[in-house]
């Protein structure tokens, strides 16, 4: 199995959204994956014009000179995609847009019909495999998720790829600062196993995604936490 994993943190390996991903690439080549790992940060990739290029005169093809030429043949051979961004303004970053954005020279241009929707159909070649999401919050609440989960969820299906579940882990910034107070190691093994899982099974069960979200302070420490750390700055 192919996977190819974009992490559209701009804190790369140092973020926790690269923490997180770190568990779950050792989990997906525990299962015999053969995982790549893309960092939007390193990439010179424009924002789409809008020109519909891709779509008539150059089809298939981009008229923008830049590293998304050498993403695309990644994205179109990825039996399990997944997109590692922490939550940014309730949604994805940026950079991990615009790369998401790139994405229609995969696909053509005239409308098929799919689950009763409109849809683009995916050029020959270009496989219709899976998508999964890796996200941290700085928030406590779960539902901070929500936005960006319904936003992978449409995408998924505008892609034609099946949306298998997100690896999600709230206030994640807490961790590291407890350090050898606490004890996350079951959290960080979930995460491994969650990557296991979908190499194995196509999907993650669950009872692991829950651990990997599960309370680890009370919400008054953490305000009591952000209102000391930061103050009145
Ligand atoms: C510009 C910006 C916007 C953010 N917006 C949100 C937000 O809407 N909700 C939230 O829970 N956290 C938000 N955060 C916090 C990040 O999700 C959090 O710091 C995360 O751990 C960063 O991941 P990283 O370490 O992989 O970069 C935001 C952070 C930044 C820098």
């Not at 924002?47 to 000179?65: A, E, L, S, V, Y």
């Amino acid at each position: 199995m192919k996977v190819l994993v974009i992490n559209g943190s701009p804190r790369k390996d140092r973020g926790h959204t690269g923490a997180a991903l770190g568990h779950l690439v050792k989990g997906m080549e525990k299962g015999g994956a053969e995982v790549r790992t893309i960092y939007t940060r390193d990439l010179n990739i424009g924002d789409c014009r809008g020109c519909f290029n891709c779509w008539t005169n150059t089809p298939g093809k981009c008229i923008q000179d830049d590293d998304m030429a050498g993403v695309m043949g990644l994205l179109a051979d990825a039996d399990l995609l997944i997109l590692g961004t922490p939550v940014y303004v309730d949604g994805m970053t940026g950079s991990m847009k615009t790369l998401l954005d790139r994405f229609i020279p995969l696909l053509h241009g005239r409308f098929v019909l799919r689950d009763d929707h409109c849809r683009h159909p995916l050029r020959e070649g270009v496989k219709a495999g899976k998508v999964a999401l890796v996200s941290v919050s700085g928030f406590t609440e779960i539902d901070n998720f929500d936005p960006l989960i319904t936003h992978v969820k449409a995408l998924s299906r505008n892609m034609n790829r099946e949306y298998v579940g997100a690896v999600v882990r709230p206030v994640a910034w807490m961790m590291p600062n407890m350090e050898g107070k606490a004890d996350f190691s079951d959290i960080s093994e979930a995460i491994v196993e969650a990557g296991l899982q979908l190499v194995k099974d196509g999907r993650m069960k669950p009872e692991t995604l829950q651990t990997i979200s599960r309370e680890i302070v009370p919400r008054d420490m953490v305000l009591s936490i952000m209102g000391e750390y930061y103050g009145d700055k």
